[in-house]
């Protein structure tokens, strides 16, 4: 008997560049309502910032994380690289309540826009992130069975592009009232889909399928230009797609406009691993088709092996635990500057060299 393949239960998180760490904690933090479950430095460079938010205390797949790179220049998103971050809502109503939000404190939102499988509203965080705000449903079964989701190429009807969208009516859509507070009904619910861009959508596709067992659950074309096509793959067990697992690609077959790393763009994304004894068969499942995968990281929270896409994109495989609470009580999460151990005699040196945050 063959043994099952490994497959990822979805996204464990997703860590960005920013120029500024105060500023993105009060955007993600303040406007959008995240909490900040760990302010630590980054292990590999400990003169910056790294910012941990997340819901229930940093449950994987609402985790996003920020280094602070602050002489960073600003990169651009192209193959290889994330082209934004989707973070889930509950409703259309609710969405429309973060619409009115956020272009009262200045952000500019295009949306809502039909998307089929979701609404979506786009905004940009202050270097530059895309980012996106899409509702829960109606889900991926509105035009293919539930249970054979991913087998038909799928041309979006014409009233979801752009020759048939009242462009006027969308822009002007919005919630009466202003929203200065985030009301329980809007919490953002984590990653909700992560899209990233290609230059050979069949040979990514296998690696999203054969190196993280992810399936292809819809094949369609960009809803905003009709002609590129636009695939998802997530952990998806024949029935259902798990939340926080939707990885989508934009197929630039043979483009060469690459991303170029730096502020306002993704670092890396990460998948999970349940425990440490699935991550070393993660390695050893990594390492058999070919890849180039780092040794078991300690992250303190997690534990982390690296490896790239075959388009460049850098991911990771995190450990579910041991999590947020192992040197933070669940009530003081985010609180304090909190080190690795090995880093703890370098405390005063590491703080000297980060600006306070409030
Ligand atoms: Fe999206
Ligand atoms: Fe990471």
Known sequence: MSTPRLQTDGFHHITMVSNDAHRTLDFYGDLLGLRLVKKTVNFDDPSAYHLYFGNDGGRPGTILTFFEWRSAARGHWGVGGVHHLALGVADAEAQLKWKRRLTDAGVNVTGPLDRGYFTSLYFADPDGQVLEIATAGPGYGIDEPDDALGEELLVPPTERMPEGRDEEAIA?????????????????????HISAITNDLAEAGDFYEEALGLRLVKKTYNQDDGKTKHYFWAAYDGNSVKSHSAMTLFGWDGSDYMARPGAGQTHHIAFRAKDAEEQAAWREHLLSLGLNVSPVMDRTYFESIYFRAPDGLLCEIATDGPGFTIDEADSELGDGLKLPEWLEPRRSEIEASLVPLS
């Open 172 to 192: 002007t859509t919005t919630h009466p009232e202003p929203v200065p507070e985030v009301t329980n009904d809007m919490r953002l619910q984590g990653i909700h």
